[in-house]
């Protein structure tokens, strides 16, 4: 017997918060999202997202399958390599990705945040509310959940979903125990765009790829560039086919004006940066990247020389505590709202699209009368801690200002041992298979 009154509020429209609303739509549940930005271009918070083979597969359960496609038609050309580099660009360890790389499900994905949140508006009109900002929630004694926004105005559902992100407004009220600590490392990163000039500043594999770079001192970096199609209309028809067929499917989806990029971030602990980082201006950051920078390989230093102050933005770098399970009731949390974790495996996005097509699964099977409402929002927090603890612990050992990386003197010998360790993998061909199997089947496992 369905449930056919349940309706379902979800504060937040990130990426986890939209493929949840689709989700629930095409199982035919009432859903509203409710989101603070003032605009759908207002989203801040970096430029590009990596989606890995699970993560499609979760985001492919939610959206209808047009709507995959869409998404697929805007993403940047598929990384090709993955790249291990010291500071003069020496290659450690280089991974060619298999032919699945560019498939539409199994394969990895680089997509710019924007485009992606346009892509799963679409379907939405009418269910997505702008300007609202969360203020509290109150849960009624019939179980039902009223919410309260800053603008005065309510709303009232069967459920609450908390997809806020990682200042999560609705975590703080409902597990104010639940908090974030601190990585003691500091990231600076920005973009500048592809040129004859600028894509000469890298090899040919990090131009198809993605590259990570080991340097003394515990600093890491990432290096990647994105090349668009679906957007770039040539003078004359028929020069860019990628181009006219995508506006032959989507004439209505506008141009979000993506230009072809490289990006690039800069890590470390919070010694290596000026106490008033928080202060400092976009030029300033470009200035402090290119001095921590100043000993490595001059294409480096031209590619931060070279970086739109505008697009350059620090973060400091926090992860969730993971805490034990709770008592279940109306509401509950999704994506970093509940489990923030470091770009050091690039798992965030990922996780709360697994989030998403989960908890869509529970709520349709309370949809359809087999379950009851709070015993289904248990199974799902039960699933998503088990697997969300797993990669928030993971994360932080890639980003964590207390490893040994950091250390002067053990630092220094670390980075040795690693580095060798790479370089007999690399000149090992079986050894090579082997890892990128292991990577390739992390990125694809539920």
Known sequence: MQNSSLHVLIVGAGTGGLALAHGLKQAGIRV?????????????????VGISPAGSRALKACIPSSLYDLFVATCARAPRYFNMLTEQFSELVSLELTGEAADPVDG???????????????????IVAFDKTFRRYTQLR?????????????????????????????????????????????????KLPMTARSKSLLSDKM??????????????????????TWNRPSAKPGLNAACDDFRARWPDFPDDGTEDYIGWGLWASRAQFPLDTPTLTGADLVRRAG??????????????????????????????????????????????????????????ANTALRDAALLSKMLEEVHRGEKPLVEA???????????STEA???????????????????GRVQLAVMRGGMRIVNASPMLKRRITQSILRTRGAN
């Open 207 to 228: 131009f198809n790829g993605m590259s990570m770079i080991m340097a003394p001192k515990g600093v890491g970096a990432i290096i990647h560039a994105l090349e668009f």
């Open 108 to 126: 990895e994905k680089n997509v710019n945040r924007m485009t992606l949140r346009r892509v799963l508006l679409r379907g939405l009109e009418g």
């Open 291 to 348: 001095e921590m920078t100043r000993r490595w390989h001059p294409n480096i230093q031209q590619l931060i020389r070279s970086t739109d102050p505008a697009t350059v933005a620090w973060i400091n770098i926090r992860t969730s505590v993971p805490i034990p399970p709770w008592e279940s009731s109306h509401v509950t949390l999704l994506g970093d709202a509940i489990h923030t974790m470091t770009p050091g495996r690039g798992a965030g």
């Open 392 to 410: 928030v612990l993971k994360s932080r050992q890639q980003m964590n200002a207390d490893d040994l990386l950091h250390k002067p003197v053990l």
């Open 32 to 48: 509203s999202v409710f989101e603070r930005d003032r605009t759908p271009r207002d989203a801040q918070g970096g430029y590009r």
């Open 377 to 387: 929002i248990g199974e799902y927090e039960r699933e998503m801690l088990r697997y």
């Open 142 to 190: 019939d179980g039902t959940v009223t919410v309260q926004f800053e603008d005065g105005t309510e709303a009232t559902g069967d459920v609450l979903i908390g997809a806020d992100g990682a200042g999560s407004r609705v975590r703080k009220q409902r597990l104010p125990h639940a908090h974030h600590a601190d990585t003691g490392m500091l990231s600076i990163g920005g």
